[in-house]
């Protein structure tokens, strides 16, 4: 932001406004030098549209992706039974995005978000058959335990394949 901030001040307009007074000068600067400090002024603007698109972008993306917090946070610290409950309204949110996001719902950051959706649920499903063992230590459990784990983890891809 503070770049943009910067693209506002007084200061850039004024030598912004004397850049463009030489290019309108005829007799007083030299046309090679205009045309340079022509082309510099287009460069400028140039760049300023695209850091300010690039500001909007981010500034949007934000906007989108915090909706998706509260529904996120379960991948991480749930269990699969609380993630299978708070999925429709993550894929609804995720539709949200999609339909309405400016800058993010192009097919490729829907597919990263939807790739990070799915590792991290992979990632939980592991953590709840290990229990924060090591995979070897898994023939080790207790046999019913390690059903009902195993039971909960297939319910959320079921789910989530049926959400998907």
Not at 106 to 126: D, P, S, Y
Request: positive net charge.
């Amino acid at each position: 932001t503070s770049i943009t901030e910067q693209l506002k001040t007084k200061e850039r307009k004024m030598v912004f406004g004397l850049l463009q007074a030489i290019t309108r000068v005829s007799q007083d600067v030299a046309p090679k030098n205009r045309q340079s400090v022509f082309n510099t002024l287009r460069r400028w603007k140039q760049i300023d549209i695209a850091i300010t698109e690039a500001f909007n972008e981010a500034k949007d993306n934000v906007k989108y992706l915090t909706t998706l917090e509260k529904f996120i946070e379960p991948l991480y610290n749930g269990t699969p039974a609380t993630i299978v409950d708070t999925l429709p309204a993550l894929m609804n949110s995720v539709k949200m995005i999609h339909t309405i996001a400016r800058y993010y719902n192009t097919t490729e950051r829907m597919t990263n978000l939807f790739a990070k959706i799915t590792n991290q649920t992979i990632t939980n499903c592991k953590e709840c058959v290990l229990e924060g063992e090591e995979s070897d230590s898994l023939w080790r459990k207790d046999p019913l335990v390690l059903i009902k784990n195993l039971y909960s983890c297939i319910q959320l891809n079921d789910a989530y394949q049926e959400q998907y």
